[in-house]
């Protein structure tokens, strides 16, 4: 077998739901030792999410938990109790880092603090994402998934469309502010190992999932300070087609933003005599009479199947997309040929397919050793040889809830 | 200790364009690499030809989208149509230690500069593809923009209001998350060629990393064969949860209620007490199939106020609440400010504006943009003296034959 990239890096996480969880996730699946402390009882609010299987509620078997937590080991410890605060640092010794996601008064809370963890542990990496970071006063403010795209700016760019500026700004599905934060704290993270890998020593390293979402607004923030606009979700598209057209069969994504591509199609679609009329006679003519160019588009699309236009647009070089269904995703022959999907056996979940490894490495492999931890699967484990408590001390500290 | 930031002394041969692949340079950038984009002006990087431009003035190193996503870096504009670029763009990749591109599958291999080819320029280097659909796999040479990557990876059939088509999200959001999932890619394998001396070729799908983060959808399709249908803004476990609308011209606000501790504090928040003991909203079952009214009631009282006011009253009272931001609220914002989240240096041709910076606090290597986003083949002669060594007459008379162009 050949080694993992990340082979030998031990991880603690004390995560809650998806921003920690996910960074740990990129470092797991590359080979890193990652132990997920939850609190006892409930366990990870990620747990209660689902989806489950046949919609029954189970913390065993949420989906969301199981995508978010393979090849991780997991314990339970109360970080709210002294006892339980003193073995996190007893791991803290041994690991290479420390990722959470609590906010600071949470994190004071379970005993968080750079200065005495890196006392123990002076090459320790800590790594606190938050929502506004540490400091600031929106610091401690209570947000969700939710509030967070809005803070970002991504959802004042999104939603409703000409002629509908009373529908909300609109959010992303899932939890995409969590895994920007999580993206964000897995590259700073292993920025931070490999710089000690240089300079010997740990340190502490924080994002603001805000400024996360803030990098990522694509060119609309910048005409604010370039132009003195101000961009946002209402009003035409600069240029045309790039839009959603129902097919026969389900939806297609028409784009095209080069000239050749919009001649190419029309091409495709048979040269039809309304293609001529002036007020479609360059992209931003398209958009600026979009409505009409539309409903000719959409009633040519009506005929076509998805997957047929799909591949003949495409074998043209004109970049149409299948608005893809998860049904659409999980049959795909192209996905099927890349072997991107990946199976898991759970003990309780039983077989389940999830996403698969985003990149392939030429040496080092993306792997699924194990599924998602069940709660406390590794205390004993963990605990007895990693920490070498004795079977009455374990008893002990379960019977005071500590674990 | 060193405090030097942590990609000090790593050289990165940047041959990416548009978006996704820049964003990924970004964030090595970002983390004190010295990166080189390989531009040319005889097909400049479509973010250069983008708006916004200062005061509306087009301008090849005046828009503010590339200025945006390449700070930090340096531009060496080399012709790689040329015969003789192409082996200039060797020479570089052997004084190199990461190559980053996202160009469709095939392209660089056109170019002569595939990693078979690279590696044996330089034994240990890493390279990332970062194609729309992956280096191999039959649709892998289809053409991938930006904006069809949202539909494609399957995020787009699950945005949306209630009962409308399926929508984009305001980004193209495929790009910064493959960006994202390429640098952490290129930083793993950093880390196995420190501990082993082994590079190695990276395949990156934009599709993919998109699909990465949709585990919801997909897990409700593989467990139960259902697709998530398209709710707007509401959650299955959370009511109310949307973006209400506010008193004045396009102001909203973002919140959220937890739980029924929440609802009632929101309730007594909202000033109408027979509210907190409605039955119609007294569990969180309750309230999800009564969610239309509740929204009623919540938008009828988040009408008499601004995004603000209802965001201090909430934070008072620990419910999640924001406005929903613009630009301009962004820049504004102290907390923003305070964090120092904004990066304003002197560009050659734009002057002091702002532009956000890195997301990250690395407080024992302390990183910062160093400088602006450069100048169309600003650093050209650097690139070329200091780092590859060629004499002053050889760069004129490449100038001149247009290899460096």
Redesign the interface.
Known sequence: MS?R??EGLRVIECGELVAAAYATK?LAD?GADVIKVEPPGNGDAAR????????QVDPEKS??F???NTNKRAITLDLRQRRGQEILRELVGGADLLVHNFGPHEMTAAGID?PSLSEINPKLILVSIAP??L?????T????D??????????????GGPGT????????????AG??GG??????A??????R????????????????L??????????????G??????GHKPIQP?D?L?CKDG?I?V?C?EEHQWQTLVDLMGNPEWTQIELFENRIARAANWDACKLFLQEWASTQSVSDLYHAG?AR??????????????TS???K??G??AVIDHPK?GR????G????????PWELRRPAPLLGQHNDEIFSTLLQLNESTRRDLHAQGVI | ??A????EGIRVADFTWV?AGP?CTL?LAH?GAEVIRIETASRPCV?RM???????KPGINRS??F??YNQGKLSLSLDLKQPRAVEIAKELVAQSDIVCENFAAGVMVRFGLG?EVLSQVKPDIIM?AMSG????????E????G???????????????SGW?????????G???GG??????V??????R?R?G?G??????Q???S??????????????GE??P?S??R????AP?????CAGE?R?????V?NDKEWHRLASAIGNAALADDKRFSSLQARKANEDELEKIITAWTLQHSPEDITEV??GI??????????????DD???N??G?FVELEHPE?GR?????????????PCAVERPAPCLGQHTDYVMSEILGHSDGEIAELKSAGVLR
């Not at chain 1, 400091?135 to 610091?139: I, V, Y």
């Not at chain 2, 659909?133 to 892998?140: N, T």
């Not at chain 2, 930083?187 to 196995?192: C, G, K, Q, S």
């Not at chain 2, 620990?318 to 820049?331: G, K, T, V």
């Open positions: 080694e990239a990340l990129l590359l209660y999410r689902g989806p489950f299987p046949g919609n989906g969301l199981l995508y978010l750079y506004f970071g400091e600031g006063p929106h610091s403010w209570a947000t969700t939710l509030t967070l795209w809005n803070a970002g700016g991504i959802a004042y760019l999104n939603g500026d009373d529908m909300p700004p609109l959010k992303a599905f899932g939890q995409q895994f920007q993206l964000n704290a897995a590259i700073a292993l920025a931070a190992v490999f710089a890998g240089v300079n010997g020593a740990g340190q502490h390293v924080v994002i603001s999932i805000q400024e996360c803030a990098a990522i607004l694509e060119l609309t923030y910048e005409y604010y300070p370039y132009m606009l101000i961009a946002s979700r209402l790039l959603f129902e939806w994504f784009c933003v495409q070089r004109i970049p149409l997309a299948p608005v893809s269904t998860m049904a659409d995703l999980l022959d192209h996905l040929t890349r991107f999907f979940a389940v397919t999830m996403p490894a985003p990149y392939g490495f030429g040496c080092t | 200790m060193g030097g930031r942590p990609l978006w964003f964030q983390l973010t983008l708006p916004p431009w200062l005061d509306g503010g989208y200025n945006q990693y990332i659909y992956g280096a191999s796999g039959p649709e892998h289809y053409v991938s923009y904006p069809a990557q949202v539909p494609l990876s399957g995020m787009s059939s699950l945005t949306g209001y088509p399926p929508m984009h999200v305001g980004i193209s959001y790009d910064p998350t994202l999932h390429g640098a952490f890619a930083l793993a394998a950093l880390l196995y420190q082993t082994k190695q070729f990276i395949d990156l799908s599709q993919e990393t699909i990465a983060v949709l585990p919801e959808g997909v897990l409700a399709q593989t467990m139960n697709q998530p398209r707007g803004n959650d299955p476990w959370m949860h949307g973006v209400f609308r396009q909203w606000v973002s919140l959220a937890r909430l934070q620990e419910i999640a609440s924001f406005p929903a931001f613009n630009s301009q609220d962004l820049s102290p907390h923003l305070r964090a989240a734009v504006l702002r532009h956000i910076g890195m997301p990250w606090r690395m407080l024992g290597t």
